[in-house]
Structure formats: structure tokens, C-alpha cells
């Protein structure tokens, strides 16, 4: 089954009067269950494929579909509102740079989430285990200045998860990372996959990180270069 | 307690952040709602005590002899200087009328002491008539002693004040300006809050026989009867030759007026303040927007609507108001006494009592202002926050 469908999605930034194809004629399909790895050169547009998937961005032209239903296309533009609930609905997102809140601790970030989905009683319950999977169990009360790069990285982590999202959206998560870190994190994300079945979508540089995939797209100047599965 | 997060932590915790910028912030907010709430209660105060000072004198309309009309109304409530004099025979005629229930006579003598004080300052010597005088005035009670008995007594019965002054009690003799005779304290009054406080009465006989003013009278104070009609009662009066009238609520009058310029001043500092506190709201909490521009943008990739955002900034907001609301009325509270000290020295005639009332709706109200003016400032905050995209935070480096 297609969780997400791209079909001859295109984004094109206007950089002067020169226009630049940031994502050029992209279409695929994404399967549920699936590692999507997206790689390529820098600027080669796998930032902004990646944050069309999530609706995080709009496309120039092209169709979308999340789950059957179509997000970006032909009909009308959806509300920030309605792109949201979408968001909330099916995506957990990780990026290069953490972005924990410095006032709260380890768990108030992971629980983050459900203050505004306003579902804090029943995530209260994945708490434990999430804090588990990701061995941040005795970090629950830091602070994030307390923790070192990776395990800021799995608290992230473990935010994008707490609601059970269909589809992990990585992008560069090992960015900032060292090789050992990295490992914990591959390892981590293979272990999401399999055991919960998570659809996960990981833009990487990293070789090693991109083998994880059960798919692979590499993009060159904004347009798919080689697909495989 | 992460089980009972909730988006007013969030920002709490947010205004902790930067606990020397909040502060200034709530201490801007902390100022105006005091000088708001110093005013208002000034705006209750004054006329309340005016009203006391004027209720307190017995009666509604004072004939005195023609001069400027403010200087009447000072001499009735202080005891001024620039005395003139009215003859006895008017009372007569007044006292007749069916629309008046009782008068009184009295002849006022201000002498200059360069003992009294530092620089020495005016002692003032009222003459009144018995019984009237007291029936007219029946607050004043005695800490010693009585009234004197006849018009024409050499007897004295000294204010609270005038006493502590002059350091005599009852059975204590004193002497007049002017005069080799002896004169007996026969009386204490205790302390009224009232200009009576620092008078030494005397019969009036014994005042007009004393200071050479026999037969003449400073003034007549009138009590109307429930029944009739001030302003037509004045009316009548003004067809007296030589004399003035004077009404309690003419005195009220021109006093408010002489302190509503002041007034206007004061109100517009306490406006000129608000805006500023606002701006100071609107600045800090924008700031602090922009500084969490990335943060706003992951809270809304992780599922924030627009409208949580904008309230989560309005409750910035309202917590700053809030708390220097709540500091600003207390110093107000903590610091009416030194606020009508200074007003005491900067107003040309202020009356007795407390001139700052803070009353509870002075409070209520001042209080929603403040709110007010604070959810104000937090709005395009607010709206700019609210309007944040999650990839403006993603790919802003
Ligand atoms: N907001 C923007 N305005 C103009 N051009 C942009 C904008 N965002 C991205 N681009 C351009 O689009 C192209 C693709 O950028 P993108 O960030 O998707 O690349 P990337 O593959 O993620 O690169 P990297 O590996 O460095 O993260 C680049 O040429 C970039 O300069
Ligand atoms: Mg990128």
C-alpha cells in the first residue's frame, strides 16, 4: 500500500531573474512499512523534496497524496489549519539541527507534541517505552545543555515518535554527529522500522546511513537520477 | 510536571528566560498602573474631603461682607487674612426669613505670632455665639471641659491643635493680643480633622470688645430648613446691600476648579505613562518573538495551530501585565501617604482628611485598563508569531 504519492512534483525558486529548479519532474511512490533513502551532491534539492513530502512546503506544480489524500494539487490550496491537522495526523519530523526548547527537560520536549494535539493523557503512556527504545531513560529530567549531540538527537527523536506518526521524516539526522553517535542513530532507526513498522524517509550524505534503505532515490540538480528498490 | 503540561508553562517559562528584560518590562507596567491608581484615588479623595471640610461647617451658605470670592471661600475653610466687615443688623433680617432654621454670628480676628511656628504664623481667634454656634456644629466634642456659658464671657475654649500650641489645659488662664486681662481656658475640643482644630474661640462680645470691632460681624453662616430651595433662598439674598453669598456648593466649585488643571496634568503624565508601558510590552514580547523564530517554527511543525501560538504569546503578555498590575496598585496602596504629601505641597488649598481614596472599583477598574492596554500590545506580537511558517524555521541557518 502507497502511503505518499509524488507525482511529477517541481519547485522552482526565483533567484533574480534566473529561476532555479530546486526539484525538477519528481515522481514516485513511497510504501508503507518502506526506508526511503534520498542522497545527492549538496543543492541538489533533497531539503526541498523532503519538506514537499512532509508538508512542510509547497510544490511549484505537481500532485501529492498522503494516504489517498491529495495535499497538493490541482484543487484549492489547503489552509495552514487543515495542513497542520495533515501534519499532526501523519508525520514526526527530524532535522540536522535539533531544535529542543532549552527551558524544558528531556521529557517535557518529548511531550512537546501533545500539549497542542491535546492528547498529553493518552502519550503519557508512550512516554515510558519511548524513553526506553531510545536508552533515555535516566536523562528524563535533564535539561538539554545537559546532553551530549546524540542523545540530543534521539530526545528529537523520540519527540517526532510520541505520537505514533505513520511516516518519520529524517533529514540529515547524523549531520551534526560523530561516527559513533551516527551508528547509534542507524541502528536506532532500523530498529523503529522493523518493530513498529514505521515508514521512514532519511536524506543522508552518509553512505553508510543510506544503506538502510529499502529504497533509494538520488537526485541530481533537482531531478531524479536513479531510483531503485 | 510534564503531566500536566499545558501551553501557559510554555510561556511562563519563556518570560524566565530573560529575567532582567521581563523585569524592566513588568516594572514599566508596575510604574504607570501606581500612577493611575494614585490619581484616581487623588480623583475620590479630594472631593470626598472637600465634601467632609464643607459638611463639617454646619451650614450651607456663609453672607459675608463684599470682596473677592475665593478669598471668602479660603477664610471660611482656613481662616484667612484680609478680613472685612459686615454689621450686626443684617442677622435680623436673615434670621426671620421662613426659609432659613437656624443662624449664626461670628466675628474672626487673625493675628500674627512670630512665636507660633519657625517663622513664626497667624493664630485665629473666632467670636460665636451661644447657643447657636454649638448646636450648629454638635461634632465638636470636648477632650476637656465645656463651652462657655454667655456671649460676653471672659472665657476661652481652645481647638486641639491651638491647645497642644498655646500648652494650656483647662483652668489654665491665657492672655488676648491687645488686652491686659486675663482670659480663662474653660474647654478643650478633641481633634476634628477640621481647620477647628487650630482655632481659639471666644465669645463674640468679648472678640468685637477685644479687637475694637463692636456691632461688626465677618460672618453669618445660615442652615436652611429641609424644605426650601437653596438657589431661590440666594436669590433673595443678593438684594442685601454690602454682602456677599456664599454657598457650600459655589465653594466646592471654584476649589475643583483651581485643582482640575492639575488634574489635566497629572492625567496626561498617567497617559503619557500607559503608552509607554505598552510599547514596552509590544517591544519585549515582539523581541523575544523574533528571538524564537526557530522555536515557533518547530512548535508548529510539531503540530501547533496558528491560534495556539497567538495564545501562547497573549499569555505572555497578560502574565507581564498581570503581575506589574498587581505590584502597581500595591505601592499605591503602600505609598498614599507620601503621595499626598506631595500633592499636599504642590496644590494651592487642600482640604483635610485623606486626599487619596482608593476605593475597590478604583481598583477593578484600573486593573482591566492595565490588562487591557497589555493584550493590546501583545497582539501583532501575537499575530506576527502566530503567522510563522514551520519552514521559516527549518531553513533559516
Ligand atoms: N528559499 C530559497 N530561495 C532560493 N533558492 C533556494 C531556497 N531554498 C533552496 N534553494 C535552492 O534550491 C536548491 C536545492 O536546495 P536544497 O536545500 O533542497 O538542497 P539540499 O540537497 O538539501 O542541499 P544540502 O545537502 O546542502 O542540504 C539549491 O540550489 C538552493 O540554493
Ligand atoms: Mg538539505
Redo the contacts with the bound molecule.
Keep these: 500500500m502507497n502511503i505518499i504519492t509524488a507525482k511529477n512534483l517541481t ?1 522552482i ?3 533574480g531573474v534566473e529561476k ?1 529548479f ?2 525538477n519532474d519528481a515522481s514516485f511512490v513511497i510504501k508503507k512499512g518502506e526506508i526511503l533513502s534520498i542522497t ?10 523532503v ?1 514537499i513530502l512532509g508538508c512542510l512546503d509547497n510544490p511549484t506544480s505537481g500532485v501529492l497524496t498522503v494516504a489517498e489524500q491529495q495535499v497538493f494539487g490541482e484543487q484549492k490550496e489547503l489552509s495552514e489549519a487543515a495542513l497542520t491537522l495533515i501534519r499532526r495526523q501523519y508525520f514526526g519530523y527530524v532535522f540536522q539541527k535539533f531544535f529542543l526548547i532549552p527551558t524544558l527537560t528531556v521529557q517535557e520536549n518529548i511531550m512537546l507534541p501533545s500539549i497542542f494535539q491535546k492528547n498529553l493523557q493518552t502519550n503519557l503512556q508512550n512516554l515510558q517505552p519511548t524513553l526506553e527504545i531510545l536508552g533515555l531513560t535516566q536523562r528524563a529530567r535533564h535539561l538539554p545543555a545537559e546532553l551530549s549531540g546524540g542523545e540530543m538527537q534521539r530526545v528529537a527523536i523520540a519527540r517526532a515518535l510520541i505520537n505514533k506518526p505513520q511516516v518519520l521524516l529524517a ?2 539526522p547524523t549531520g551534526n554527529l560523530d561516527s559513533k553517535r551516527s551508528d547509534e542513530i542507524k541502528n536506532l532507526l532500523v530498529t523503529l522500522n522493523r518493530e513498529q513498522g514505521i515508514t521512514i524517509i532519511l ?1 543522508t ?1 552518509n553512505p553508510d546511513l543510506a544503506k538502510i534503505g529499502s529504497s533509494a532515490i538520488e ?1 541530481l540538480d ?1 531531478k531524479i537520477l536513479k531510483k531503485s528498490c | 510536571m510534564v503531566h500536566y503540561m499545558n501551553i501557559f508553562q510554555l510561556s511562563y517559562k519563556n518570560l524566565l528566560r530573560r529575567k532582567l528584560r521581563t523585569t524592566f518590562t513588568i516594572l514599566g507596567i508596575t510604574l504607570s498602573a501606581w500612577v493611575l491608581i494614585t490619581l484616581l484615588g487623588f480623583n475620590n479623595g479630594y472631593e470626598n474631603s472637600l465634601n467632609k471640610d464643607i459638611e463639617g461647617m454646619g451650614f450651607q451658605i456663609v453672607l459675608t461682607a463684599k470682596g473677592c470670592p475665593y478669598e471668602a471661600a479660603t477664610l471660611m475653610l482656613k481662616g484667612g487674612t484680609g478680613l472685612r466687615y459686615m454689621p450686626e443688623e443684617i442677622v435680623q433680617g436673615v434670621a426671620n426669613d421662613p426659609d432659613v432654621a437656624q443662624t449664626t454670628a461670628m466675628l474672626m480676628h487673625a493675628e500674627f505670632d512670630p512665636d507660633k511656628g519657625e517663622n513664626g504664623g497667624t493664630i485665629v481667634y473666632l467670636g460665636i455665639d451661644i447657643p447657636s454656634y454649638p448646636e450648629l456644629k454638635p461634632y465638636l466634642t470636648f477632650k476637656q471641659g465645656a463651652w462657655f456659658q454667655n456671649a460676653a464671657e471672659r472665657k476661652v475654649v481652645l481647638g486641639f491643635e491651638a491647645a497642644e500650641l498655646e500648652q494650656r489645659e483647662v483652668g489654665d488662664s491665657m492672655l488676648l493680643p491687645g488686652s491686659a486681662e486675663e482670659y480663662q481656658v474653660v474647654g478643650i475640643l478633641k481633634r476634628t480633622g477640621t481647620q477647628d482644630d487650630g482655632m481659639i474661640f471666644l465669645p463674640l462680645k468679648t472678640v468685637q470688645k477685644v479687637f475694637n470691632k463692636e456691632g461688626q460681624l465677618t460672618m453669618l453662616g445660615i442652615r436652611l430648613k429641609q424644605t426650601a430651595d437653596a438657589n431661590a433662598f440666594e436669590e433673595k439674598l443678593y438684594s442685601l446691600p454690602d454682602v456677599q453669598v456664599v454657598s457650600m456648593a459655589q465653594v466646592k466649585n471654584t476649589i475643583l476648579g483651581l485643582v482640575s488643571s492639575a488634574k489635566v496634568i497629572v492625567l496626561s503624565i498617567a497617559f503619557i505613562a500607559f503608552v509607554i508601558a505598552m510599547f514596552g510590552v509590544l517591544n519585549t514580547v515582539l523581541m523575544s518573538v523574533f528571538e524564537r523564530y526557530q522555536e515557533i517554527g518547530i512548535l508548529k511543525s510539531m503540530g501547533a495551530l496558528p491560534k495556539d501560538i497567538f495564545v501562547m504569546i497573549l499569555i505572555e503578555t497578560t502574565l507581564l501585565c498581570t503581575l506589574g498590575g498587581i505590584l502597581g496598585i500595591s505601592l499605591a496602596f503602600v505609598f498614599s501617604g507620601a503621595s499626598e504629601m506631595a500633592i499636599r505641597f504642590f496644590l494651592p488649598f487642600t482640604p483635610n482628611g485623606n486626599l487619596i481614596l482608593i476605593t475597590t472599583p478604583t481598583v477593578v477598574w484600573s486593573f482591566l485598563t492595565i490588562a487591557l492596554i497589555g493584550i493590546i500590545g501583545g497582539i501583532y506580537p501575537a499575530q506576527r508569531a502566530a503567522h510563522i511558517r514551520p519552514l521559516d524555521a527549518i ?1 533559516s541557518e
Design positions: 519547485k525558486y526565483a533567484r532555479v530546486a526539484l545527492g551532491a549538496s543543492g541538489s534539492g533533497k531539503t526541498t523534496l519538506n533529514d540529515e536524506v550524505h537526485l533537482g | 531553513r
